[in-house]
């Protein structure tokens, strides 16, 4: 039996902890790279706003357990809130609800699948969550129906090359190294196809 189907176990918690910890304080440097962003028009910081669900993608793909998506963006929105967010508690609930709709997509292919693919469509997950907050909390309703087209087609477009694309291969380079050795033992197709 893999270790992706054993439940959790306090080591695992802790990494992820300690992932979203990092992330966390990525997120509180992101804040205001985004709002410079926002300055720029086109909806720009929108291409950016995908590294808000890094942290769950990451620790799924370091540790492939169940639950870890959730507990990272809620750890990682924590961590944010806890250094002084701008945006205040409003970033658990968004990382709530981001970490929730990761989960989902990882159980529609039942925690086994850990490829560019799924992760992509977990961050699109994350990425429809965060635009279902935009739009309760009043961002984005008022929006022209070309400029709200655009602010949704960047954000899903920058959650897939951020928090997809990008967050699979830091962690396959991160196996490459032999550091993630210690969080799950990989088999030997896996480590075989390092070397490729």
């Not at 890094?54 to 507990?71: D, E, F, H, S």
């Not at 658990?92 to 997509?105: C, D, K, N, P």
């Amino acid at each position: 039996m893999s270790r992706s189907q054993n439940g959790l176990k306090l080591t695992d918690v802790l990494v992820t902890i300690v992932v979203a910890i990092v992330f966390g304080l990525i997120y509180k440097v992101w804040g205001p790279l985004y709002s410079f962003a926002a300055t720029l028009g086109l909806h720009i910081d929108q291409l950016i706003y995908g590294m808000w669900f890094m942290a769950g993608t990451v620790a799924y793909l370091l540790i492939r357990k169940p639950g870890l998506a959730l507990l990272a963006e809620i750890a990682a929105a924590s961590g944010e809130f806890l250094t002084g967010s701008q945006w205040g508690l409003e970033v658990l609930i968004y990382g709530v609800i981001q970490g929730l709709l990761a989960e989902l997509v990882f159980l529609l292919f039942r925690y086994k699948r850990y490829d560019i693919l799924v992760v992509s469509l977990a961050s699109i997950g994350s990425a429809a969550g965060s635009i279902a907050m935009d739009w309760y909390k009043g961002y984005i309703g008022d929006l022209a129906p070309w400029n709200l087209t655009l602010y949704l087609v960047a954000r899903l477009i920058g959650s897939v090359l951020i928090s997809g694309v990008f967050a699979y291969y830091l962690v396959k380079a991160l196996e490459q190294t032999g550091v993630t050795g210690m969080l799950r033992p990989i088999s030997k197709k896996e480590y075989d196809s390092l070397d490729q």
